[in-house]
Nanobody, 122 residues
């Protein structure tokens, strides 16, 4: 089992910044990729950014140049630095990770955080 605890959401004006954090805890096994998704009202959940355990990253086009994903492998924590926020960034942001262990035959299983609200006012 993996628990994800998110923090850092809130209300900010357009052009402002926020930093999201997500700490993963697992009794055993390996935390693999970590990612941030978001879901706006009436829209499907979309991948915002992903980072591998080796540090490779990818972003959705709409946030490139504004958002930065990073991680602290020693603490199994992923961060999302969001700069120059826009009203279209308003959504619930979810932390996601893939975990594998001997109990799953080392197959990856996805886990989700509870979500944190980000609201950007114009």
């Amino acid at each position: 089992q993996v628990q994800l605890v998110e923090s850092g959401g809130g209300l900010v004006q357009a052009g402002g910044s926020l930093r999201l954090s997500c700490a993963a805890s697992a009794a055993s096994g390996i935390i693999n990729d970590m990612a941030w998704y978001r879901q706006a009202p009436g829209k499907q959940r979309e991948l915002v950014a992903r980072i591998t355990s080796g540090g490779s990253t990818n972003y959705v086009d709409s946030v490139k140049g504004r958002f930065t994903i990073s991680r602290d492998n020693a603490k199994n924590t992923v961060f999302l630095q969001m700069n120059n926020l826009k009203p279209d960034d308003t959504a619930v942001y979810y932390c996601n990770t893939e975990h594998s262990s001997i109990s799953t035959g080392w197959r990856r299983r996805a886990y989700w955080g509870q979500g944190t609200q980000v609201t950007v006012s114009s």
